[in-house]
């Protein structure tokens, strides 16, 4: 529900947003304006508010559900972050022997001479 587009007599909107009070989980996402997502004393009641560049709040929406959308990654984004994070743990996990190392052995042997002698 959009409060601000609801007809509501001054002050409800207030008393509305003091009667569903402040939960544990607050997140702020920056994109074209602040945005404000804020859970409520109600599990899965959520007051989401967007602000434009110049701070104006030009939304206000109570959500319920178990993320708001606002801040819920899409399928095709997380699918790209799993295949990006494979590709980068590739790339960490090259043979010990390419990465220059100044670790020594118990012996006091330099670690690398180690290696090449395997």
């Known amino acids: 529900m959009d409060l601000r ?3 509501l007599a001054p002050g409800e909107e ?3 947003l ?9 997140a702020e996402l ?17 007051i989401v508010t967007h602000h434009d560049p110049s701070g104006e709040i030009i939304g206000r ?3 319920i559900s178990f993320v708001p959308d606002i801040i819920r990654s899409q399928v095709a984004e997380m699918r790209e972050s799993r295949e990006r ?10 043979p010990a022997v390419s990465r220059p190392t100044t670790a020594r052995s118990t012996d006091g042997e330099d670690t690398a001479k180690v290696l090449e002698k395997r």
């Open 5 to 7: 587009g609801v007809p």
């Open 18 to 26: 003091e009667f569903l009070g402040t939960g544990e989980v607050r």
């Open 30 to 46: 920056e994109c074209g304006g602040l945005s404000t997502v804020n859970e409520s004393r109600f599990a899965g009641v959520w």
């Open 14 to 16: 207030g008393r509305i």
């Open 85 to 94: 994070i494979a590709r980068e743990v590739a790339l960490m996990s090259g």
């Open 61 to 63: 929406l109570i959500e």
